[in-house]
Nanobody
């Protein structure tokens, strides 16, 4: 059973930056895809970004150009660098992963087998 632990959330002013981390109990190189999702109060969870084992990436339109997903296999960690934050980025951010053979980056929840507990990001305007 793979465990994912998110960290790096907090309170930041609009226009600021945060970097989220997703640490995996298993080698991230064994993860075909690692993704980030978020859920704002009263809204459904939505896709943010994903990265494959070969470092192909996929972003939602709402974060494209502002967020960057990356991975450090030596540290078994995937990062989400968030710049130019807006109040609408306020949400609980979740890390998710799926193991196995090569897969393309996925934007839907059912594609992922493992989930972290989430980290709160609050952007004040």
């Amino acid at each position: 059973q793979v465990q994912l632990v998110e960290s790096g959330g907090g309170l930041v002013q609009a226009g600021g930056s945060l970097r989220l981390s997703c640490a995996a109990s298993d080698r991230t190189s064994s993860m075909a895809v690692v993704g980030w999702f978020r859920q704002a109060p009263g809204k459904e969870r939505e896709f943010v970004a994903a990265i494959t084992r070969s470092s192909s990436t996929l972003y939602s339109d709402s974060v494209k150009g502002r967020f960057t997903i990356s991975r450090d296999s030596a540290k078994n960690t995937v990062y989400l660098q968030m710049n130019s934050l807006k109040s609408e980025d306020t949400a609980v951010y979740y890390c998710a992963a799926v193991s196995g053979l090569w897969k393309p980056p996925r934007a839907y929840e059912s594609a992922y087998d493992y989930w972290g507990q989430g980290t709160q990001v609050t952007v004040s305007s």
